[in-house]
């Protein structure tokens, strides 16, 4: 239910056109002002690290969103998870898609034809999210960026509450899909810790009334809240939905938070190994998945970082796990170079060609087959499915990159009707 309009820009010619002179950097939790948007930006761009933030005062937040939307060279895309999912499915011309976003007039023009949005998700403004770029050795005054990144904010009230949640499960039953796909609790963080829980327990309710043969996937975002985290997971979110999809960094927060395998490491280094994260995987579904005695739906994960990917799944629920596992590897390869196919020029290999399938018990050493790249294990009922990636030497976008390879993934997967 997020969605929303992303511009896209250089900073540093974003705000000289708001006639802000180069100075001192500063962090600021929320940007409050152009005064703070100057320091916060500086203050990231010298560190060449990519940051979020959002914008308070609405009036000032609309004109500089107008200011970037007209700025010659600003490139406006499809922005918010669901939305991205549901472009990226469209792509297919036999699929329908129905989107409950906010969507404003240059959001509904930029969507694909076969997307579909009920005129109660129509608003009169669009949620404009301002990615401000800078490349590696550029100089704003003083500043001098060490790499390139991009600093993003906005004042992005409606996709926060999820106030488009109850419009969307309203509309199920007159749009009768073949698959749900949720995303945008991560935005509810900028709430309060009263309102972001009580709209959770009413996201759960929503939820519920999902039919319980339409298979629900969740597409989880970058959090950093760990008690918001932890609530997802045991309050009745993962076991509501079937099927999640989330990134070595969405992985490794929520072991911490919950104090799964490996929960002590502090970040990844380089490419994460592939037994600490089949460990972390595996005790998702043994923790919070579907068994025999557990009330819960949950038994598909869908793992994605650069180098490879993995499917998850409890066995007996889904199946062409090896096409969908490759699928979404092989859109994270196209998308990243903007190929219509995979050009073998423009990528390279980073999987490892060796990797042992757990770092907790007893496990097996695998050697990648280039001839039969997905490889196959099985522990408890559980089975995994790898695949490395071809990853893009020079990444021409690599915004909503995640979303395409969950819905890719998705579009390939077999459910098992119970």
């Given at each position: 239910v997020n969605a929303c309009v992303d511009v896209v820009l250089s900073g540093v010619k974003l705000l000289e056109a708001l006639g802000l002179e180069p100075g001192v950097g500063k962090n600021h939790a929320v940007l409050n002002s152009r005064q703070d948007l100057k320091e916060a930006f500086a203050h990231f761009m010298e560190k060449g690290a990519a940051a979020e933030r959002f914008f308070s005062d609405a009036e000032s937040f609309h004109h500089i969103a107008r200011t970037a939307s007209e700025y010659p060279g600003a490139q406006l895309y499809v922005g918010g998870n669901a939305a991205l999912i549901g472009q990226k499915?469209?792509?297919?011309?036999?699929?329908?898609?129905?989107?409950?976003?906010?969507?404003?007039?240059?959001?509904?023009?930029?969507?694909?034809?076969?997307?579909?949005?009920?005129?109660?998700?129509?608003?009169?403004?669009?949620?404009?999210?301002?990615?401000?770029?800078?490349?590696?050795?550029?100089?704003?005054?003083?500043?001098?960026?060490?790499?390139?990144?991009?600093?993003?904010?906005?004042?992005?009230?409606?996709?926060?509450?999820?106030?488009?949640?109850?419009?969307?499960?309203?509309?199920?039953?007159?749009?009768?899909?073949?698959?749900?796909?949720?995303?945008?609790?991560?935005?509810?963080?900028?709430?309060?810790?009263?309102?972001?829980?009580?709209?959770?327990?009413e996201a759960v309710a929503s939820i519920s009334d999902i039919p319980t043969d339409i298979p629900i996937h969740l597409e989880l975002a970058s959090?950093?809240?760990?008690?918001?985290?932890?609530?997802?997971?045991?309050?009745?979110?993962?076991?509501?939905?079937?099927?999640?999809?989330?990134?070595?960094?969405?992985?490794?927060?929520?072991?911490?938070?919950?104090?799964?395998?490996?929960?002590?490491l502090a970040s990844w280094s380089g490419i994460p190994d592939v037994g600490v994260v089949s460990d972390i995987l595996f005790w998702i579904l043994k923790e919070h998945g579907k068994t025999a005695d557990r009330a819960s739906d949950l038994t598909r994960i869908h793992f994605h970082t650069l180098a490879y990917h993995i499917l998850v799944t409890v066995d007996g629920y889904w199946g062409n796990q090896v096409a969908a596992v490759a699928a979404g590897a092989r859109a994270a390869g196209t998308q990243a170079c903007a190929t219509e196919t995979i050009d073998t020029s423009k990528v390279f290999l980073k999987a490892p060609l060796e990797f042992v399938t757990s770092q907790i018990e007893a496990s097996s050493k695998i050697s990648l087959n280039p001839d039969e790249p997905v490889v196959h294990w099985h522990r408890e009922g559980i089975s995994f499915h790898f695949t490395p990636v071809l990853v893009c030497k020079d990444p021409v976008r690599t915004v909503g990159l995640g979303d395409a390879i969950s819905a890719e993934g998705l579009l390939y997967s077999e459910v098992y009707p119970q």
């Open positions: 499915l469209a792509t297919n011309p036999d699929l329908k898609i129905l989107l409950c976003g906010p969507v404003g007039p240059k959001l509904h023009e930029l969507l694909d034809d076969n997307v579909v949005v009920p005129p109660e998700s129509v608003q009169e403004r669009d949620e404009f999210h301002l990615i401000l770029e800078y490349q590696a050795g550029e100089e704003w005054g003083q500043v001098r960026a060490p790499n390139a990144n991009r600093f993003i904010f906005s004042h992005d009230l409606s996709n926060g509450a999820l106030s488009m949640l109850e419009v969307f499960v309203s509309s199920l039953d007159e749009f009768q899909p073949d698959l749900v796909v949720l995303s945008g609790l991560h935005m509810m963080e900028g709430q309060s810790k009263e309102m972001r829980q009580r709209r959770l327990m959090m950093t809240d760990q008690d918001f985290m932890s609530n997802i997971m045991h309050q009745q979110v993962f076991p509501l939905v079937n099927s999640i999809g989330l990134n070595e960094q969405e992985l490794l927060f929520l072991t911490q938070s919950a104090s799964g395998p490996h929960a002590s």
